[in-house]
């Protein structure tokens, strides 16, 4: 069986230029710009530590030149002495002395012209105060030197050892929380949201750019930031120290080279670099599809387990991993192609540059200087090479999360809002419309009425005659394009959200419950409601004596969907959640159709429960449910084509009359 996969892409994506990603994770980063500050601060002073090993390689190369100059000298009088042997003894002497003095006299030429740092001479003249010699008599380094150095070095290692600590954590800690925020954001905005939103997007698609997707930018920023605050000034640090060597020692050629030859490093990197966003960004779009595929897996469990599909399933996720599997390894293999290439390109240039000092016949004193720098600069430069293929895969993730930040489907709420604590009067449709964002027709079309307080309107109609788009327009989940609907005269539009949200409740024939207790979950959206309040509003809904049944009660985990509860369990929460709430009006969408005869007769005296003294609008399945109904509204195509109370329709013997009739037959 043949399984075709392609990744789908959301209506909402765009692509974002480097630039502008990175310039808004700015705004997350700027709340920690102290903590950014100490980190980048520690990274320019961990850079600085590498001068003084810098001055002191000349120093130290020129007293093994000088010593080796010595020991050429010596040889040199020891052969003079051998062909003179047979010449008189005073004049041997004579001769051994002259170039016993013209080596002293060389050491100490060679010493007193040693280009040592210019911290050096001030080390030296406090030593001497405290009677310490650091020079031997022939310039070479001393006892007490060698043990200094031993106890500098150390010290100034640890000092370096530390700033770069503080540096990572400084930045670390600054990029994990900058992300922890977008990571916040994100969730806050896609719940603002409107139900149109959710009913377009792929739902595990969403979860992974509010999941993963964050979760990538926090481990790269990490590694960029801390790189970005250390590498940089190292390699500021090094040519800084070439250049200032270049121009005191009169090498301004070599210094030419160094400069020509540098920028073929970056050079593979840019060109690397623009295949590696591309396959990042198919890794983040294919990754994606394997963790919306689980959820839907696991969300459809039960028409997996009942049409014996886990075999197809397994397929299908199969063919989606490979699919990503695919991307991953070309991004992976066109990755790592940049160290190798920066290697092999260093390893290059370093030999032709010997191959020129040889040719020029530089002095090796004169050439290690520069070349330390540019070795030690070799681990800055391989991390900004591979910061540039972690840049471009962040990129991937950034666009990903900025085209959901960047959706504005969310319900407008005026500046200064309506605030009503109250209903006092009346509902009213006049003359509505609306149309899905997707849909070729209104789903409802010019709708007038009216639901006045403490009365029970039901709406009845075939599949996708506009009932549920109705209820959704009573409890703003979305606006009519045309028309408007008002409460006790004033526009939905210009009531606060929250206050509407406390006056309308709902319980609907597909039951939302949360992976938590049964108390948790009656209690939700009534938080401040004591155990008491629980208990007494689970007994109005029939639901005490099936939660004490079991050892657990009322701390009883519900599961997933309260996928442990049965329907009837589940309906009777639900609606002992809206006893608790007590909204004054109340939508019903038929929530006892799909139980059976027993568990509806608990549910539906639970709803009589509820319904006393509060205003209804009642989709109705079941057409015995609403003969009490004060007005009856039959919808079909969006439209409301009869109306009247359950005798009127009855006697006219229009649509209305049908669907009774087919239900009473059934």
């Known amino acids: ?21 990175y310039k808004r994770v700015w705004k997350y980063a700027r709340k920690y710009k102290f903590r950014l500050l100490v980190g980048i601060l520690c990274g320019m002073l961990t850079a600085g530590t590498l001068v003084p090993f810098f001055q002191i390689i000349q120093p130290a190369l020129q ?26 003894k005073p004049a041997a002497e004579a001769a051994a002395a002259k170039p016993k003095a013209k080596g002293n006299a060389f050491d100490k030429e060679i010493a007193r012209h040693a280009k040592l740092p210019a911290w050096y001479p001030k080390v030296e003249k406090w030593a001497a105060k405290c009677g310490i010699s650091l020079q031997s008599d022939k310039g070479g380094i001393g006892g007490a030197l060698v043990l200094i150095v031993c106890i500098i070095v150390p010290l100034l290692a640890l000092l370096r050892l530390g700033l770069m600590y503080l540096n990572h954590y400084c930045l670390s800690w600054s990029g994990s929380h900058a992300v922890a925020d977008l990571r916040q954001e994100l969730l806050e905005h896609v719940q603002k949201q409107n139900i149109q939103f959710f009913g377009r997007v792929d739902m595990g698609q969403l979860l992974m750019r ?9 481990t790269i920023m990490t590694t960029i930031l801390t790189e970005v605050a250390l590498a940089p000034f190292e390699i500021l640090v090094a040519f800084a120290y070439i250049i200032w060597f270049a121009i005191a020692n009169n090498m301004m050629p070599t210094l030419c080279l160094i400069f020509i030859g540098f920028p073929l490093f970056v050079l593979p990197i840019q060109m690397i670099g623009r295949k590696v966003k591309k396959w990042a960004k198919k890794s983040m779009e294919r990754g994606s599809m394997v963790g919306a595929k689980i959820h839907e897996v696991l969300t459809c469990i039960r ?14 996720y199969a063919a989606t991993n490979k699919y990503l599997l695919k991307s991953t390894m070309r991004g992976l293999r066109i990755g790592l192609m940049v160290r190798p290439t920066v290697e092999t390109i260093g390893i290059v240039l370093i030999c032709a540059f010997l191959v020129w000092c040889f040719m020029m016949d530089v002095k090796l004193s004169d050439v290690v200087p520069m070349l330390a720098p540019l070795i030690v600069i070799y681990k800055p430069v391989k991390e900004l090479s591979k910061l540039q293929v972690q840049l471009e895969t962040s990129m991937a993730s950034l666009s990903r999360i900025y085209s959901v930040l960047d959706l504005d489907m969310a319900l407008p709420e005026k500046a200064n809002p309506v605030h009503k604590a109250t209903f006092d009067d009346r509902i009213a449709f006049e003359d509505v419309s609306f149309r ?58 210009d009531v606060a959200i929250a206050d509407l949200r406390k006056l309308v409740g709902a319980v609907m024939q597909e039951t939302i419950l949360f992976n938590d207790t049964i108390e948790n979950n009656i209690r939700y959206g009534s938080f401040d409601a004591t155990h008491e309040q629980v208990v007494a509003a689970a007994k109005l809904a029939n639901a005490h004596e099936f939660i004490m049944s079991q050892p657990e009660g009322y701390d009883r985990i519900v599961g997933e969907k309260g996928f442990s509860l049965s329907g009837g369990e589940r309906q009777r929460i639900a609606i002992a959640r809206a006893i608790l709430r007590n909204p004054p009006i109340l939508i019903l969408d038929e929530a006892t159709s799909a139980l059976d005869t027993v568990t509806e007769r608990l549910v539906q005296d639970a709803l009589d429960k509820l319904m006393e003294s509060r205003t209804i609008f009642a989709i109705a399945h079941r057409l015995s449910t609403i003969r009490n109904a004060d007005l009856i509204l039959v919808m079909q195509d969006g439209r409301i084509i009869e109306r009247g109370t359950h005798d009127e329709l009855y006697a006219a013997g229009g649509i209305y009359r049908k669907l009774c009739d087919m239900q009473h037959q059934s």
């Open 63 to 88: 007293h093994a030149e000088s010593h080796d100059s010595a020991l050429i000298i010596e040889a040199a009088e020891r052969a003079a002495k051998a062909e003179s042997a047979t010449e008189q």
């Open 436 to 493: 899905y964002d997707t849909a070729e027709q209104n789903a409802v079309s010019h709708a007038s009425f009216e639901i006045p307080r403490g009365k029970m309107v039901a709406v009845v109609g075939g599949t996708g005659s506009g009932k549920s788009t109705t209820s959704g327009l009573l409890a703003r989940f979305f606006d009519p394009q045309g028309g408007r609907v008002t409460i006790d005269g004033v526009d939905l539009r």
């Open 210 to 218: 509010i999941v993963a997707d964050p979760h990538t930018i926090q």
């Open 303 to 316: 028409a997996v387990k009942s049409y014996n599909t886990e075999n197809y399933e397994n397929m299908r």
């Open 1 to 21: 069986m043949a399984v075709s996969i392609k990744y789908r892409k959301e209506f909402f994506d765009r692509e974002y230029s480097t630039w502008k990603a």
